[in-house]
């Protein structure tokens, strides 16, 4: 069982904005950063948002990512089918001294 | 640029241990940064098992502490995994990964491909 807690799909047409949960508590989102992977069948998960709201370089500015308390959300804009895969959240969680992962979300482009 | 690459049995028997090893080119391990193992089980989401540096410093999942040993050999550039008693679901997809920055608590940015370990007699 995932400390972080997202709901496990979303979707939305091509060009539409979708956003994603992540809620956690006081030992891991509301004390520490948060990080968001995209994940495809068959590859390597790809980060797509650390420090919370920040983006590697090389990710579109259609990922954007935002935390308040101890929850977390990440926001696809412009959306496209290349987008559709699972993403997680991801944090370090204080009283696990360990890095968790969110139960994760699958997003479909319809 | 930095590039993982997992490398290890494919198949595992129950109660046996799962040893996996990671080839890091274009980076010294020695150097710095936290280096990582997660697994994605069939069906399942991601999972952390652990952490270390190159100093030895390491921080393992606690539900899979017991079992689990991420060692270094600095003299290869590469890093292992370890888990002892496998069952069934051990089955997964193993990644290993370089943090971002040189923090234990910090994001992967840099995954290899991935290897599947399936655990079956």
């Known amino acids: 069982q995932s400390v972080l807690t997202q709901p496990p799909s979303a979707s939305g047409t091509p060009g539409q904005r979708v956003t994603i949960s992540c809620s956690g508590s006081?030992?891991?989102?509301?004390?520490?950063?948060v990080n968001w992977y995209q994940h495809l069948p068959g590859t390597a998960p790809r980060l797509l948002i650390y420090?919370?709201?920040q983006r590697p370089s090389g990710i579109p500015d259609r990922f954007s990512g935002s935390k308040s308390g101890t929850s977390a959300s990440l926001a696809i804009s412009g959306l496209q089918s290349e987008d559709e895969a699972d993403y997680y959240c991801?944090?370090?969680?204080?009283?696990?001294?360990?890095?968790?992962f969110g139960t994760g979300t699958k997003v479909t482009v319809l | 640029q930095v590039q993982l690459q997992e490398s290890g049995p494919g198949l595992v028997k129950p109660s046996e241990t799962l040893s996996l090893t990671c080839t890091v080119s274009?980076?010294?391990?020695?150097?710095?940064?936290?280096w990582g193992w997660i697994r994605q089980a069939p069906g399942k989401g991601l999972e952390w098992i652990g952490n270390?540096?190159?100093?030895?410093?390491?921080y393992y999942n606690p539900s899979l502490k017991s079992r689990v040993t991420i060692s270094v050999d600095s003299t290869k550039n590469q890093f292992s995994l370890r888990l002892s008693s496998v069952t069934a679901a051990g089955t997964a997809v193993y990644y290993c990964?370089?943090?971002?920055?040189?923090?234990?608590?910090?994001?992967?940015?840099?995954w290899g491909q991935g290897t599947l370990v399936t655990v079956s007699s």
């Open positions: 990964a370089r943090t971002q920055r040189p923090n234990f608590y910090s994001a992967y940015e840099h």
């Open positions: 274009g980076y010294s391990i020695s150097s710095d940064y936290y």
């Open positions: 270390i540096h190159h100093s030895g410093n390491t």
């Open positions: 006081t030992s891991n989102i509301g004390g520490n950063t």
């Open positions: 420090s919370s709201s």
């Open positions: 991801a944090a370090w969680d204080d009283s696990l001294n360990g890095y968790v």
